[in-house]
């Protein structure tokens, strides 16, 4: 009987189990919770397997790095400091190095009266490590902007445990006042400070081997890197130390750059490879070209990722994955022995305007409009044998979903880009996967992750 039975259910398996591969997927990271317009993704070095999301008008929140996490938290809410709209906002968070002894966290905002950016410290509450002590801020950079756009925001602590700073070339379009190229000037540049030092009346101090620190020229000794235009997102390879940066181009061209100290990434004379101002013949000496640039034909506002040293998606191991927030589009960059090979991930239909990592490297980004947070993981396929018509609905041959263990994925056999909803139900019709209530474009890339082939079923009933 124990023989006939497992003789059924592999019969069970092989009709319903073609082949199975591995294949990236985009899920739905925390379905309970949305954020209004979210920015940034970051999480302090102190274990906790906490995530921090900045909401754009000003509030950061705090929660579980947990798929099923029901609720998240106000961490800060300075709402009423900050100037909101269009690229101008809480831009930006970073948790000191030593976080988890001293408490401090920096972040980057925009305001008014007049129109600047700031970049300031904040402390943790002394009882609660959910909540900052709103009074506690120490303002440590106070920059102009002449224009509401093109404000920059990343802040990152590098592995020297300096603090980098992006700031955009002060906005307008094709940098009226060419802040980018003048090294008097703070705006179109990657800022580097020392916060655990004061030096004069400054709260931070400057790295004795800036490029500019101690020049007689007038130039601004916090400058790391410049000629860069609205270097919205970047971040630090962990394994490599090497700063990628991603620039958003003007009218044609978006950019990749590997940012070096004291080098000159070409705005405004240069956008992506070509010239921008003068159009043609431009003087090119001395400028830093990016690794890779694309064209607004797939694309029309880069938004900056991360190189994945996560564990959960082997195949992006070592590759830079970004995408762009306009288009949707995520791609890996591959830029092994310098040699750039770009790969289309998904086409998607999220405003991208952040990606994020966890504390165990694992990527996350998120959706602007919709308030969401997605993450890329690899599945092993599980290809269906049946046809199917095109579904509104696609409803999982399982009891019952198991969001923490995703093996295997339902496909629907469609061609590309036929439109189908992000809803899926479990065999009872429960509701398995909140609904994003977005017909979005089917491609054979994407698919729901939950088991076709159940695994209560492969161990034996
Ligand atoms: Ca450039």
Known sequence: ??????????????????????????????????????????????????????????????????????????????????LY????????????????????????????NPRRTIVSRFRVSADDPDKAEPSSETILLEVPQPYSNHNGGQIVFGGDGYLYISFGDG????????????????????????????????????PPDNSFAGNSNGYREEIYAYGLRNPWRFSFDKETNRLWAADVGQNTWEEIDLIEKGKNYGWRTMEGFHCYNPSHNCDTTGLTMPIWEY????????????????????????????????SGNIWALDYTNNTPQNTLLFPTVHNISTFGVDQNNELLFASYAQGKLYKIVEQTAVEQTENRETPSEIILKQNFPNLDRVRSSEFARLSPWTPIRDLVRDEVTRRAESSTGVWRPFNPNYAIGFETCPRHLVGGK
Do not use: W
């Open 1 to 82: 009987m124990r023989a006939l039975k497992n003789i059924l259910i592999t019969a069970v398996i092989l009709t319903s189990c073609k082949s199975s591969d591995t294949q990236l997927v985009i899920m739905p990271a925390f379905p309970n919770l949305s954020f209004e317009y979210p920015v940034d993704i970051q999480f302090p070095d102190d274990n906790t397997n906490r995530l921090f999301v900045l909401s754009q008008p000003g509030v950061i929140y705090v929660f579980e790095n947990r798929s099923d996490v029901a609720s998240k938290k106000v961490f800060l809410d300075i709402s009423s400091k900050v």
């Open 85 to 112: 709209g269009g690229e101008q906002g809480l831009l930006g968070l970073a948790f000191h190095p030593y976080y988890k002894t001293n408490g401090y966290f920096y972040i980057d905002y925009t305001t008014d």
């Open 171 to 206: 906005g307008s379009a094709g940098d009226p006042q060419n802040n980018a190229q003048n090294l008097q000037s703070l705006l179109g540049k990657i800022l580097r400070i020392d916060v655990n030092n004061r030096q004069g009346n400054l709260n931070y101090s400057i």
């Open 295 to 326: 064209g607004h034909d797939v694309g029309y506002s880069i938004t900056g990722g991360y190189v994945y040293r996560g564990s959960s998606a082997a195949s992006l191991i070592g590759k830079y994955i970004y995408g762009d927030y306009g």
